[in-house]
């Protein structure tokens, strides 16, 4: 990869989050989705969120990625307050700021490995490279060279996330959001997706942010953010915590019975 393809380094807020708020209405009944979310991740950080099912991950994620609108507060990504933007700026900067990757990988079954990743090249407003070189370059540095011409049902599921993954970083999104990522996978597939990201993140600085309830896969990565009933917990070093505590679950399920 290019130097002129790399983001900054870990001085340069990407994502803030101020007193992020989901409520959900459901009949009578307020779901307090998120209450009050603060954070900052700068440029290049690996970040987990972890927290029980329920506890908001993927409404914090959809949030900080745009594809949902906050009930109270902001979110800037790279500079740009995204909470005041009209649905068509906000598709934009969706577009060219911020890459997704979903349990479900959702390639298009009917194009090769290497035409799912080209397409948002060749949809892009405006073409910062050439669809076809840049999908090899992607999908190489993933591991999947042998794989170019294989349409989705001829690749493993490991396999298939990594040309997700790819697609999500065609046209260099300084961010990717991740909702568990590992979550349709064996530990050896998840094992190789996990080592894809942390490549990823070296060779590209893209910072990089992973909503997963595995604690072996928090654990590999920088920081882990934990939630607990729409809640921020903890804002932890793994590798801290486990010389504390001997084991990462054990430190979240105290700190939620602190809270309780
Ligand atoms: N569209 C919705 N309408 C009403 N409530 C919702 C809606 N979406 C989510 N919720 C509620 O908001 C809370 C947070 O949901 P969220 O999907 O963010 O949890 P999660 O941590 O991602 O869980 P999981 O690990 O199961 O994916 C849950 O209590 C959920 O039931
Ligand atoms: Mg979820």
């Known amino acids: ?79 740009m307050d995204i909470t005041q933007l ?38 892009a407003r405006q073409r ?4 076809t070189k840049r999908a090899r370059e992607l999908l190489a540095m993933l591991e999947l060279e042998e794989r170019l011409n294989h349409r989705p049902n001829q690749l493993s599921g490991g396999e298939q996330q990594r040309v997700a993954i790819a697609r999500a970083l065609a046209n260099n999104p300084p961010l990717l959001l991740c909702d568990e990522p590992t979550g349709n996978l064996d530990s050896v597939s998840g094992g190789l997706v996990m080592h894809a990201l942390r490549e990823v993140q070296r060779s590209m600085r893209t910072t990089i942010i992973i909503v997963t309830h595995d604690m072996s896969i928090a654990a590999q990565t920088e920081r882990v953010i934990s939630l607990v009933d ?17 084991t990462l679950p054990t430190a979240i399920d105290a700190l939620a019975e602190v809270r309780a």
Request: aromatic residues 6%; contains cysteine.
């Open 1 to 79: 990869m290019s130097n002129n393809n790399r983001h900054s380094d870990y001085t340069h807020p990407v994502v803030l989050a101020e007193n992020l708020r989901k409520d959900l209405q459901m009949g009578q009944v307020t779901v307090h989705a998120l209450r009050d979310a603060t954070l900052t991740i700068q440029a290049g950080e690996l970040v987990s969120i972890i927290g029980p099912s329920g506890s908001g991950k993927s409404t914090l994620l959809g949030l900080l990625g745009g594809l949902d609108t906050p009930t109270g507060g902001r979110v800037v990504i790279d500079d």
């Open 86 to 123: 009209s649905e068509r700026a906000l598709t934009r900067v969706r577009n060219e700021k911020i890459g997704f990757v979903f349990q479900f990988f959702n390639l298009v079954p009917t194009l090769t490995a290497l035409e799912n990743v080209a397409l948002p090249i060749q949809f």
């Open 128 to 131: 910062q490279f050439n669809p």
């Open 230 to 246: 729409g809640c921020i917990q903890g804002d932890m070093d793994p590798r801290a915590l486990d010389v504390v505590t001997g």
